[in-house]
């Protein structure tokens, strides 16, 4: 049976959309799961911090592509906000 919902991050649960988007592409799903859970806490803080849906809809199409490539953060990003610092 195949996936349905993907793992989210430490923060956050992934989002329908970026779910959805991922779950278009194996190789995309394979690196999603491969990735620790603090990065992929950060490819969806990176996308649902997107203030225009244009944005965010551009975001989740890198995100896809650049997991399918290989990156396993988003580049040149400050890094979520909502993570706790101890």
């Not at 975001?59 to 906000?81: D, E, F, V, Y």
């Amino acid at each position: 049976m195949a996936k349905t919902k993907l793992t989210g991050g430490v923060a956050h649960r992934i989002p329908a959309d970026l779910n959805k988007s991922l779950l278009s592409s194996k190789v995309a799903v394979t690196a999603w799961e491969d990735i620790t859970p603090l990065a992929r806490n950060e490819w969806i803080c990176w996308v649902i911090s997107a203030k225009k849906s244009e944005t965010r809809l551009r975001r989740i199409k890198q995100a896809n592509s650049k997991l399918t490539k290989g990156m396993r953060r988003p580049c040149c990003w400050a890094g979520c906000p909502h993570r706790e610092k101890k």
